[in-house]
């Protein structure tokens, strides 16, 4: 079946960097489009940033652009998400889901998430 599992999370210091990863099974990667996402306590939760199936083509939200960077290793079956400059406000947990579009990404399948926590 499809899933995917996120890993890298951990605590780091402002301005510090982590590299999350997005392992996937159960589907054809290069097929699919994905999408991190996140979510802090209290608020909704945000789309992070995304990769087109069709030309690998990315998008990120203001909140992150210049600082995270996304790409995926088809071979692996395996995104990432790097994060550098990280900001309090990064803090979160962040989840990685894949659809057949980007249209479709929130409502395909769903990582359990990683938890990100940026203080000093």
């Known amino acids: 079946q499809v899933q995917l599992v996120e890993s890298g999370g951990g605590l780091v210091q402002p301005g510090g960097s982590l590299k999350l990863s997005c392992a996937t099974s159960?589907?054809?990667?290069?097929?699919?489009?994905i999408g991190w996402f996140r979510q802090a306590p209290g608020k909704e939760r945000e789309g992070v940033a995304n990769?087109?199936?069709?030309?690998?083509?990315?998008y990120y939200a203001a909140s992150v652009k210049g600082r995270f960077t996304m790409s995926r290793d088809n071979a692996k079956n395996t995104v990432y998400l790097q994060m550098n400059s990280l900001k309090p406000e990064d803090t979160a947990v962040y989840y990685c889901?894949?659809?057949?579009?980007?249209?479709?990404?929130?409502?395909?399948?769903w990582g359990q998430g990683t938890q990100v926590t940026v203080s000093s």
């Open positions: 889901a894949a659809g057949e579009t980007i249209a479709t990404i929130q409502t395909g399948s």
């Open positions: 159960g589907f054809v990667l290069d097929a699919y489009a």
């Open positions: 990769i087109s199936s069709s030309d690998d083509s990315t």
